[in-house]
């Protein structure tokens, strides 16, 4: 008779900012219970945003565009996005234990997580899990391994607040642009010949002569 692969549940219990952290992380807490014990259990997790699962004001449509386009479209475009893939190697428990998942956020406003994040001022971001992975476990006296079922997953309601605290700590009153070198040297050039004192004022005051 084959071995009986042991049942795994995973859900995701909160989220916090991962201390002590140089770069900006959200840390996130999995449950994770089985009915054997397990030996070990290498565990990969797709994090997507669900967009299609929350509402939305006029402000954060307009916010968005950029992602979905305008709102009459949004029947067509509004589609989940892909966050972030991460592997965590969990060790032998028995019953149930908890386990850290780490997620590096970047403010590159290139990166659509970072734009929908950015565009929501308030409420949750509907957040789905996605996992697959290697458990081993006993069978008898043989070691064995067995790949997580394809449909493993949970869902998590994350607060929107926690992402834009996060950007706050790391960024206060800032956010960062990537621009090619030949804008930034037009840019430099517009600053020095108008003797400007930061890149706040040279962006302000192109943006004052074109009526944005």
């Known amino acids: 008779m084959p071995p009986t692969t ?12 991962a201390e002590p952290a140089v770069a900006p ?3 996130f807490q999995l449950d994770l219970e089985a009915d054997a014990p397990i030996r070990a259990l290498t565990l990969a997790t ?3 945003i669900d967009a299609p699962a929350r509402g939305y004001d006029d402000g954060s449509r307009e916010r968005l565009a950029e992602l979905f386009g ?3 479209t949004w029947s067509r475009n509004l589609a989940s996005l ?3 893939q991460t592997v965590t190697h969990v060790p032998g428990f028995d019953g149930a234990t908890t386990t850290p998942v780490t997620v590096p956020c970047t403010y590159d406003f290139d990166v659509a997580a970072t734009k929908y994040l950015h565009g929501l001022a308030d409420g949750e971001v509907p957040l789905r899990f996605l996992f697959t992975g290697t458990l081993f476990y006993l069978d008898g006296e043989r070691l064995q391994a067995a790949h997580l079922p394809w449909d493993t997953e949970a869902g998590f309601a994350m607060p929107v607040k926690a992402w ?5 700590r790391h960024f206060p009153r800032t956010a960062w642009i990537r621009l ?15 003797t400007l004192p930061c890149w706040d004022d040279a962006v302000r005051s192109l ?4 009526g944005g």
């Open 25 to 27: 992380a959200l840390r």
């Open 164 to 168: 834009h605290d996060l950007m706050d």
């Open 207 to 210: 943006l004052e002569t074109s």
């Open 70 to 72: 305008p709102h009459a």
């Open 180 to 194: 090619e070198r030949d804008t930034f040297d037009r840019l430099y050039a517009h600053r020095v010949r108008h």
């Open 46 to 48: 797709q994090i997507r």
């Open 6 to 17: 042991p049942a795994l549940r995973i859900g995701v219990r909160g989220v916090e900012a």
């Open 82 to 84: 892909l966050w972030t």
